[in-house]
């Protein structure tokens, strides 16, 4: 099975900063057929069931703010919020759905000071 | 408006089972792959199966495989969930999730419907 690993754990922010999270799976996530990397990046807030941000680790998600920004390829990604605002306090998850088992990381809890 | 909701949910012994459905509306069902997500008490996200398109090919992790079922009712707009032989690690929240349709990412979910496993 991929082994989805996320950092850090947990961060916290003034609203307006820049904030970078990473992922890294145990295996490329990349399909060398279509040059396409399977990562997806969902958020969580208090409540709610996850909801897709990022798909095919860079293409937002319809409606998404553009704050929201997915790079990389092969085994690392990072997730990038520009400028935090107070209603992106949530859990960020990222997952493989290269193969299966789909799996998840651990998550990046953001807390907004 | 697309809407997933899922039911059955509640607590079993060791060894029960239980079916979890879940009912969509606002697409066309039988065009699109369902999955069901759990989140454990922990908050960790676990996906346990996929059906795709008419319900020929499903796919399940080791953890759950040949324990649970997951099939649809393209008719009744329905996805389920039959889980057997459970176990207290089962105890979670159940989603259903719906995939893109030219993306594999699930990009609608439903809020789920509580599982607990215990004596």
């Known amino acids: 099975d991929i082994v989805m690993t996320q950092s850090p754990s947990s961060l916290s922010v003034s609203a307006g900063e820049k904030v970078t999270m990473t992922c890294k799976s145990s295996?490329?996530?990349?399909?060398?057929?279509?040059?396409?990397?399977?990562l997806a990046w969902y958020q969580q807030k208090l409540g709610q069931p996850p909801k897709l941000l990022i798909y095919?680790?860079?293409t937002r998600e319809s409606g998404v703010p553009d704050r929201f920004t997915g790079s990389g390829s092969g085994t690392d990604f990072i997730l990038t919020i520009s400028s935090v605002q107070a209603e992106d306090l949530a859990v960020y998850y990222c997952q493989n759905d290269h193969s299966y088992p789909y799996t998840f990381g651990g998550g990046t809890k953001l807390e907004i000071k | 408006e697309v809407q997933l909701v899922e039911s059955g949910g509640g607590l079993v012994k060791p060894g029960g089972s239980l079916k979890l459905s879940c009912a969509v509306s606002g697409f066309t069902f039988s065009s699109y792959a369902m999955s069901w997500v759990r989140q454990t008490p922990e908050k960790r996200l676990e996906w346990v199966a996929i059906?795709?398109?008419?319900?020929?090919?499903?796919y399940y992790p080791d953890n759950v495989k040949g324990r649970f079922t997951i099939s649809r009712d393209n008719a009744k707009k329905t996805l389920y969930l039959q889980m057997s032989s459970l176990r207290s690690e089962d105890t979670a929240m159940y989603h259903c999730a719906r995939h893109g349709s030219l993306y594999y990412s699930m990009d609608y979910w439903g809020q789920g419907t509580s599982v607990t496993v215990s004596s």
């Open positions: 059906i795709i398109g008419g319900g020929t090919y499903t």
């Open positions: 095919e680790a860079s």
């Open positions: 295996q490329s996530l990349l399909n060398s057929g279509n040059q396409k990397n399977y």
